[in-house]
């Protein structure tokens, strides 16, 4: 059983074309966040949810738009592609609140290649 | 803003031999989180160890153990008889204690990485 899975897992696609990614987890958790790992495999965090309410946008062009149906569920659409968003993309979620409830467990990751 | 550096960019050892990764942080905070992960080739991010700032002792999971060093902040992971499974990346990373709680603005800040290496 995947606790968080992404699909899909790869994902090739040519600039200027819209794209989603979805992310889903099993967990029971409150809080979800999306993470870009450039191609230097620097990790940065783009959104986080709480309850399907956007809690952290870390200067992200308007291009990304997250979207919470509940709170299992955090999918990243992302318009017009450029070829600077190719990179590899984090689902991760976790429950705050609870003993350790910082850790965060991410999900396999999205390689998104724009052509 | 709290930043993660992690100096040493590729380490190779030896199966068996122990090695350890740097990595030291920046904060005015005195109450986060600092974690080690690991992100093998297939790219899966996995949490090695962690470490609570107000705590005094080093943590240890099995051949991973930590140098948590609160006044130079530091916080270097030890890895013991190493393994071939261990060739990864490793990521040092620093999450803010938030209080009040605001659920969901727990954010990891990452270092740039170490790729480390075991050989046969």
């Known amino acids: 059983d995947t606790a968080v899975s992404q699909t899909p897992k790869y994902l090739v696609t040519q600039m200027g074309n819209d794209k989603s990614i979805k992310c889903e987890q099993n967990l029971g958790h409150d809080t979800m966040y999306w993470y870009k790992q450039d191609s230097k495999k620097f990790l940065k965090i783009m959104f986080s949810?709480?309850?399907?309410?956007?809690?952290i946008n870390e200067t992200v062009p308007n291009r990304f738009s997250p979207k919470s149906p509940d709170k299992a569920h955090l999918n990243l659409h992302i318009n017009s592609l450029e070829l600077g968003d190719s990179a590899v993309y984090f689902c991760?979620?976790?429950?705050?609140?609870?003993?350790?409830?910082?850790?965060?467990?991410f999900g396999p990751g999205t390689r998104l290649t724009v052509t | 803003a709290q930043t993660v550096t992690q100096s040493q960019p590729e380490m190779s050892v030896q199966e068996a031999e122990t090695v350890t990764l740097s990595c030291t942080y920046d904060t005015s905070e005195n109450n986060y989180y600092l974690f080690w992960y690991k992100q093998p080739p297939s790219r899966q991010m996995i949490l090695v160890i962690r470490q609570e700032a107000y705590k005094q002792q080093n943590a240890t999971e099995n051949r991973f153990s930590v140098n948590f060093q609160k006044a130079a902040k530091s916080f270097s992971l030890k890895i013991s008889d190493s393994q071939l499974g261990d060739t990864a990346m490793y990521f040092c990373a620093f999450m803010k204690h938030v209080r009040p709680v605001i659920w969901g603005a727990q954010k990891l800040v990452f270092g740039q990485g170490t790729r480390l290496t075991i050989n046969p």
């Open positions: 949810y709480n309850n399907k309410e956007l809690i």
């Open positions: 991760a979620s976790s429950q705050v609140g609870q003993v350790w409830s910082d850790e965060q467990y």
